[in-house]
């Protein structure tokens, strides 16, 4: 292997980095890792609740709809159980009623609500004016349902 030559018409011979520039490379590399990871671990947890928000005000507008439409002539409801969301037909749960629509809820999202929300067939109220609120243990997320079926988040 030929050494390179200087601009003077020698031979370098030292040739490569040095031990402090290496060092310095990988600290600067390693705090940029390291400020990424947090943030895409922040964006991370706020994207899971926003979602798991999202999926609880959809069933609870589909719910509504279905009771507005007057679907089966019977109020909709929904209830949140301890792995699932169920919307259910007619004014109250029933486990055993093959008509529920099971809906998973996501994992790690902590779910605070009352047992059942049910919106009446044509009106859409509410049989419960209450919060229901979403935690991962760092944000709180609340949505609320009004006596008159209103949904605000």
């Not at 490569?16 to 947890?45: K, P």
């Not at 439409?69 to 409801?77: C, I, K, R, T, V």
């Not at 159980?81 to 529920?100: H, K, L, M, Q, W």
């Amino acid at each position: 292997m030929k050494l390179p030559k200087t601009s003077n018409g020698k031979y370098e011979k030292n040739v490569g980095f040095t031990l402090i520039e290496i060092l310095v490379t990988l600290g600067i590399s390693s705090v940029l890792i390291a400020v990424g990871l947090f943030v895409t671990l922040d964006a991370y947890r706020v994207n899971s609740i926003n979602s798991e928000r999202d999926l609880m005000v959809s069933i609870l507008e589909k719910a509504r709809a279905k009771a507005l439409a007057n679907l089966y002539e019977s109020p909709h409801g929904v209830r949140v159980d301890a792995d699932s969301y169920v919307i259910f037909r007619g004014p109250t749960y029933s486990a055993y009623d093959p008509t529920n629509e099971t809906i998973p809820r996501g994992s790690g999202i902590i779910v605070t609500a009352p047992a059942d929300f049910v919106f009446e067939q044509l009106t859409g109220n509410s049989s419960v004016s209450d919060v229901i609120s979403l935690s991962d243990g760092a944000r709180i997320e609340i949505i609320s349902v009004n006596s008159e079926g209103r949904i605000n988040w």
